[in-house]
């Protein structure tokens, strides 16, 4: 029997992806069977893409049938590589899409991580209009939303994602396995201008290391040394909240240390309470072992996504201990986290005041900024200027506030 | 016998005959005047009529007898139950137990619970269907099976194809959930209450014979006579006329997409940023997901700046009886109730008004109410770069939606259509629409998850729109946008040349028209 493989999805709930099953051949070239609700439209550039993909992955013959559900492009690439590489036919780099204009734009180290919106890399209908949305940072999960059996495809299709789906600005994140497994998964995406690795379930900076060390290998063989990829390690066991501070430290690119209390809680043998005094420990330390590595720490996500009261709640509580941000799961929950982690009316007006204060004093040559008679320490500043720029980002003051406040203070507002 | 095909004002190509009479192709928006009085019924006299006001008979086949229904005949029913009618079904068991042929079956719209009369149709009962035709009787439709040709009408359209004689009705069988002998009749009240009956005033009006069935007959007088008994021949009682839970299905629910809730709440914040939203406003919002979701978004929105509306126009749900109940609204003016809590408050607020495609809609009346709506949101199945519409067809060319109020509301001081910009990698924005129901210049801002484009005619709407910061996009930019993601320009789907359907403009000319889709 020829080798035969099957991906991807078909029947009536499917949207957005398809399913193929290739049968290698020894000769006759290759005999495609198209099913589509969209054949009539996209017909003829379904079976392209299906021979330049079949055709790039060195297959001369094989019987395909594709049964398809409407997926776009990079979805069927996706989908043929992964039953040509189930069928054994196939172990080169793969069929790469192009790498679209819109994913390569950049990030930084300090931008802001209030959101971050976590999907599933095995289901494409999510992903088109996620960045939509406007989270800061969109996670493609390759660890716990996708089964045993589907690693293979979720990698597959994440890492063609990387390079078609416009994400609008939002930082380009994907969620690796455990190690060792996760190292396979930086090999796939590593290239495709990822912004963050998050390492689920890290308990040691060996691990942080490892990853580090792979991405630059990576980066290395792909030609682009100078790319950065940075590190999300996640604290989900005791013994990852023991040592977070090590890991916090362990590489220069580590950029935030997130907490996940899930797997947490059921480590120390206890339920995840929606009250949390089982994890406040844990969270704390994260808050702290962060701070002190000079990274930012990040909460879990909560995962009632109709109890939109909860989930603000949720937010302040996790600003009140120190967190700079909070998974979600829908995005109906981006506008809630970032209502909630925008600063108060009171601490605005304030933070404004010393940001003013601190202009003036740098204007003037002075070293000491001051508010009145009071003096401003530097760590004051330092969190009065964060404030403002949070309040920018989340649409609270205009980016030119400074001289519509300097105009008004000069009577200009009133010529 | 092919009727000849010419090109109409919209560059369309349409026949010159539909169904065995001359039709008049579009000829531009306002440009067709009719000439000539209006259809009547024929003259009759109460003394053939019970003196003791009784007019019920045993049953439908009885009625149907007695109005004499004969091979080739026009029958009407109507949607007031939507996917939950019981009566259009029955009256053709009953037509085939009598044993005619060749009937025009003339529903106000027709739904999946129609399904069994494709049978009639085979059998050669039915010829064909003037009507919106929504699921599988589209499909059947478009596949070239029916012997007719489809005509699809809008509300407004089809009170006005009745009223100038353009369909003559033999026998209308309105299904009532309240009636007495006499043959008043309103929705208001039974166990099958809907609402109204608005969409079977024409018929009682113009019709030769009228049936009234219902399964709660009271005795005289049933008040509000919304039918008045003076226009009805004869009333049948049944055990069942339809089930009102069913009246929420389909397009009627609300949406729990992400994107459809981005682009309903940028619908919102459109109304209100361009300052359409203010005190006196009036708006409608159609019963698509999406529209029904804007509606919740603007209330919260009219609360928060405290705004109080003059009107809104239904169909009602229960998020406009809230504005109604909570003071954000004068009124509800109401063509067809989209929940049981519509059916309630039409029964108890008195400011929760009835009205028919007459009052709303009729394009040759003195006038209507469509167009003095200062914003009406409505969907879409494709806009082209022109902002022309269509309403009725998918991509494909199969026929699977009505018109319903949509062509009449396009008159509306600002018309919106929130769409997704694609569907299943299938474009919404297109570079031409596969069937045009609704001219481009009459369509003022289409929606998307991507952003807003307005039409360039309305430089008002875009110098506010930009005043407030809104997300504004050229079209042609949303749809180079959407091909990006979709993986290019779509092929033209290749459709046969038998022409299967027609649509009508609200003024009864004939706009475009819809092709059988090959296998």
């Given at each position: 029997?020829?080798?035969?493989?099957?991906?991807?999805?078909?029947?009536?709930?499917?949207?957005?992806?398809?399913?193929?099953?290739?049968?290698?051949?020894?000769?006759?070239?290759?005999?495609?069977?198209?099913?589509?609700?969209?054949?009539?439209?996209?017909?003829?550039s379904?079976?392209?893409?299906?021979?330049?993909?079949?055709?790039?992955?060195?297959?001369?013959?094989?019987?395909v049938?594709?049964?398809?559900?409407?997926?776009?492009?990079?979805?069927?690439?996706?989908?043929?590589?992964?039953a040509?590489?189930?069928?054994?036919?196939?172990?080169?780099?793969?069929?790469?899409?192009?790498?679209d204009?819109?994913?390569?734009?950049?990030?930084?180290?300090?931008?802001?991580?209030?959101?971050?919106?976590y999907?599933?890399?095995?289901?494409?209908?999510?992903?088109l209009?996620?960045?939509l949305?406007?989270?800061?940072?969109?996670?493609?999960?390759?660890?716990?939303s996708?089964?045993?059996?589907?690693?293979d495809?979720?990698?597959?299709?994440?890492?063609?994602?990387?390079?078609?789906?416009?994400?609008?600005?939002?930082?380009?994140?994907?969620?690796?396995?455990?190690?060792?497994?996760?190292?396979?998964?930086?090999?796939?995406?590593?290239?495709?201008?990822?912004?963050?690795?998050?390492?689920?379930?890290?308990?040691?900076?060996?691990?942080?290391?490892?990853?580090?060390?792979?991405?630059?290998?990576?980066?290395?063989?792909?030609?682009?040394?100078?790319?950065?990829?940075?590190?999300?390690?996640?604290?989900?066991?005791?013994?990852?909240?023991?040592?977070?501070?090590?890991?916090?430290?362990a590489?220069?690119?580590?950029?935030?240390?997130?907490?996940?209390?899930?797997?947490?809680?059921?480590?120390?043998?206890?339920?995840?309470?929606?009250e949390?005094?089982?994890?406040?420990?844990?969270?704390?330390?994260?808050?702290?072992?962060?701070?002190?590595?000079?990274?930012?720490?990040?909460?879990?996500?909560?995962?009632?996504?109709?109890?939109?009261?909860?989930?603000?709640?949720?937010?302040?509580?996790?600003?009140?201990?120190?967190?700079?941000?909070?998974?979600?799961?829908?995005?109906?929950?981006?506008?809630?986290?970032?209502?909630?982690?925008?600063?108060?009316?009171?601490?605005?007006?304030?933070?404004?005041?010393?940001?003013?204060?601190?202009?003036?004093?740098?204007?003037?040559?002075?070293?000491v900024?001051?508010?009145?008679?009071?003096?401003?320490?530097?760590?004051?500043?330092?969190?009065?200027?964060?404030?403002?720029?949070?309040?920018?980002?989340?649409?609270q003051?205009?980016?030119?506030?400074?001289?519509?406040?300097?105009?008004?203070s000069?009577?200009?507002?009133g010529? | 016998?092919?009727?000849?095909?010419?090109?109409?004002?919209?560059?369309?190509?349409?026949?010159?005959?539909?169904?065995?009479?001359?039709?008049?192709?579009?000829?531009?928006?306002?440009?067709?005047?009719?000439?000539?009085?209006?259809?009547?019924?024929?003259?009759?006299?109460?003394?053939?009529?019970?003196?003791?006001?009784?007019?019920?008979?045993?049953?439908?086949?009885?009625?149907?007898?007695?109005?004499?229904?004969?091979?080739?005949?026009?029958?009407?029913?109507?949607?007031?139950?939507?996917?939950?009618?019981?009566?259009?079904?029955?009256?053709?068991?009953?037509?085939?137990?009598?044993?005619?042929?060749?009937?025009?079956?003339?529903?106000?719209?027709?739904?999946?619970?129609?399904?069994?009369?494709?049978?009639?149709?085979?059998?050669?009962?039915?010829?064909?269907?003037?009507?919106?035709?929504?699921?599988?009787?589209?499909?059947?439709?478009?596949?070239?099976?029916?012997?007719?040709?489809?005509?699809?009408?809008?509300?407004?359209?089809?009170?006005?194809?009745?009223?100038?004689?353009?369909?003559?009705?033999?026998?209308?069988?309105?299904?009532?959930?309240?009636?007495?002998?006499?043959?008043?009749?309103?929705?208001?009240?039974?166990?099958?209450?809907?609402?109204?009956?608005?969409?079977?005033?024409?018929?009682?009006?113009?019709?030769?014979?009228?049936?009234?069935?219902?399964?709660?007959?009271?005795?005289?007088?049933?008040?509000?006579?919304?039918?008045?008994?003076?226009?009805?021949?004869?009333?049948?009682v049944?055990?069942?006329?339809?089930?009102?839970?069913?009246?929420?299905?389909?397009?009627?629910?609300?949406?729990?997409?992400?994107?459809?809730?981005?682009?309903?709440?940028?619908?919102?914040?459109?109304?209100?940023?361009?300052g359409?939203?203010?005190?006196?406003?009036?708006?409608?919002?159609?019963?698509?997901?999406?529209?029904?979701?804007?509606?919740?978004?603007?209330?919260?929105?009219?609360?928060?700046?405290?705004?109080?509306?003059?009107?809104?126009?239904?169909?009602?749900?229960?998020?406009?009886?809230?504005?109604l109940?909570?003071?954000?609204?004068?009124?509800?003016?109401?063509?067809?109730?989209?929940?049981?809590?519509?059916?309630?408050?039409m029964?108890?607020?008195?400011?929760?008004?009835?009205?028919?495609?007459?009052?709303?809609?009729?394009?040759?009346?003195?006038?209507?109410?469509?167009?003095?709506?200062?914003?009406?949101?409505?969907?879409?199945?494709?806009v082209?770069v022109?902002?022309?519409?269509?309403?009725?067809?998918?991509?494909?060319?199969?026929?699977?939606?009505?018109i319903?109020?949509?062509?009449n509301?396009?008159?509306?001081?600002?018309?919106?259509?929130?769409?997704?910009?694609?569907?299943?990698?299938?474009?919404?924005?297109?570079?031409?629409v596969?069937?045009?129901?609704?001219?481009?210049?009459?369509?003022?801002?289409?929606?998307?998850?991507?952003?807003?484009?307005?039409?360039?005619?309305?430089?008002?709407?875009?110098?506010?729109?930009?005043?407030?910061?809104?997300?504004?996009?050229?079209?042609?930019?949303?749809?180079?946008?959407?091909?990006?993601?979709?993986?290019?320009?779509?092929?033209?789907?290749?459709?046969?040349?038998?022409?299967?359907?027609?649509?009508?403009?609200?003024?009864?000319?004939?706009?475009?028209?819809?092709?059988?889709?090959?296998?």
């Open positions: 029997m020829n080798p035969t493989a099957t991906a991807g999805r078909k029947g009536p709930g499917v949207r957005s992806d398809c399913w193929v099953q290739v049968e290698a051949r020894d000769s006759g070239g290759l005999e495609i069977r198209l099913q589509s609700k969209v054949a009539s439209m996209y017909g003829d379904i079976r392209r893409t299906a021979e330049e993909t079949l055709g790039g992955l060195g297959i001369e013959h094989a019987a049938d594709l049964v398809d559900s409407g997926a776009v492009p990079f979805v069927i690439m996706a989908r043929i590589e992964t040509v590489r189930r069928a054994g036919l196939c172990e080169g780099p793969g069929v790469l899409p192009e790498m204009p819109c994913c390569t734009y950049g990030t930084t180290r300090e931008r802001f991580r209030r959101s971050r919106l999907l599933p890399g095995n289901e494409s209908k999510f992903m209009s996620a960045g949305h406007q989270p800061d940072g969109i996670i493609l999960d390759l660890e716990d996708v089964a045993p059996a589907e690693k495809a979720a990698r597959l299709l994440v890492r063609n994602a990387l390079r078609q789906v416009d994400f609008h600005g939002a930082e380009r994140m994907v969620r690796i396995n455990q190690l060792p497994l996760g190292l396979e998964d930086l090999e796939a995406v590593a290239a495709s201008n990822v912004h963050v690795i998050l390492i689920p379930k890290c308990e040691s900076k060996k691990q942080v290391k490892a990853v580090d060390q792979r991405c630059r290998e990576l980066l290395d063989a792909a030609g682009t040394p100078d790319d950065e990829i940075f590190l999300m390690p996640i604290i989900e066991s005791a013994r990852g909240a023991i040592k977070a501070y090590k890991i916090a430290k590489s220069p690119r580590v950029i935030a240390l997130a907490v996940g209390l899930e797997d947490y809680t059921a480590d120390i043998g206890t339920l995840r309470t929606l949390g005094r089982e994890s406040f420990w844990a969270r704390s330390q994260v808050v702290n072992a962060a701070r002190a590595a000079g990274v930012s720490p990040i909460d879990t996500v909560f995962s009632d996504v109709a109890d939109m009261e909860g989930l603000r709640e949720s937010v302040l509580e996790a600003r009140a201990l120190g967190f700079d941000g909070k998974g979600c799961i829908h995005p109906r929950q981006i506008r809630v986290i970032h209502e909630a982690m925008a600063p108060a009316e009171q601490e605005l007006a304030r933070a404004k005041k010393i940001v003013v204060a601190f202009n003036r004093a740098e204007a003037e040559g002075l070293g900024v001051s508010l009145g008679s009071k003096m401003i320490d530097p760590p004051v500043v330092k969190r009065a200027l964060r404030t403002v720029r949070l309040a920018v980002a989340g649409g003051l205009a980016e030119d506030w400074l001289e519509a406040e300097a105009e008004s000069s009577g200009g507002a010529k | 016998m092919t009727a000849r095909l010419v090109e109409n004002a919209a560059g369309r190509i349409v026949p010159e005959e539909v169904n065995g009479k001359t039709a008049v192709p579009f000829q531009g928006v306002g440009k067709f005047r009719p000439e000539g009085r209006k259809a009547a019924p024929p003259l009759v006299s109460c003394a053939d009529y019970p003196i003791d006001g009784n007019k019920v008979v045993d049953d439908l086949e009885t009625a149907l007898r007695a109005a004499g229904l004969k091979d080739g005949m026009t029958v009407s029913t109507h949607h007031h139950f939507r996917n939950g009618d019981l009566v259009g079904n029955a009256v053709f068991e009953a037509a085939a137990r009598i044993g005619v042929k060749d009937l025009m079956w003339f529903p106000s719209a027709s739904f999946p619970c129609h399904a069994p009369q494709i049978a009639h149709l085979d059998s050669g009962l039915i010829h064909h269907i003037e009507g919106s035709m929504n699921g599988p009787l589209g499909d059947y439709c478009t596949a070239g099976k029916m012997r007719g040709l489809g005509v699809l009408r809008s509300h407004g359209g089809r009170y006005q194809a009745v009223q100038d004689g353009d369909v003559h009705i033999d026998i209308a069988v309105i299904a009532a959930p309240t009636a007495d002998p006499f043959g008043n009749a309103n929705g208001l009240t039974g166990p099958s209450a809907c609402g109204l009956l608005g969409f079977a005033l024409a018929d009682s009006q113009y019709a030769d014979k009228v049936i009234v069935v219902t399964d709660n007959l009271v005795p005289f007088p049933c008040h509000p006579w919304q039918i008045q008994g003076n226009n009805v021949d004869h009333v049948v049944m055990d069942k006329i339809g089930e009102p839970e069913k009246i929420v299905s389909g397009t009627t629910q609300l949406t729990k997409s992400p994107d459809r809730l981005l682009i309903a709440e940028m619908t919102a914040r459109f109304v209100r940023d361009t359409i939203m203010r005190d006196g406003f009036s708006f409608q919002a159609g019963a698509g997901g999406t529209a029904l979701a804007f509606a919740i978004y603007l209330k919260e929105m009219m609360k928060d700046a405290g705004i109080r509306a003059r009107f809104v126009r239904g169909g009602s749900t229960q998020h406009l009886v809230q504005m109940e909570e003071g954000l609204t004068d009124y509800i003016l109401d063509g067809q109730t989209f929940d049981l809590e519509g059916v309630r408050s029964r108890e607020n008195p400011t929760h008004v009835d009205t028919s495609p007459f009052t709303s809609y009729n394009y040759h009346g003195k006038g209507n109410f469509a167009s003095m709506v200062d914003a009406v949101v409505l969907g879409a199945t494709e082209d022109n902002f022309n519409a269509n309403v009725v067809t998918h991509s494909d060319g199969r026929l699977l939606h009505g319903g109020g949509w062509q509301c396009l008159f509306s001081k600002c018309t919106i259509l929130p769409i997704p910009s694609f569907r299943d990698r299938i474009p919404v924005i297109v570079d031409r596969t069937t045009l129901c609704g001219p481009g210049e009459l369509v003022d801002v289409v929606i998307t998850e991507r952003g807003i484009a307005i039409n360039p005619r309305r430089t008002d709407l875009i110098d506010a729109a930009r005043g407030a910061g809104l997300p504004l996009k050229r079209i042609e930019e949303l749809k180079a946008e959407v091909e990006r993601i979709c993986g290019g320009t779509p092929q033209t789907p290749t459709l046969g040349e038998k022409v299967v359907a027609v649509v009508r403009w609200v003024d009864g000319t004939v706009l475009d028209s819809i092709r059988q889709v090959l296998e």
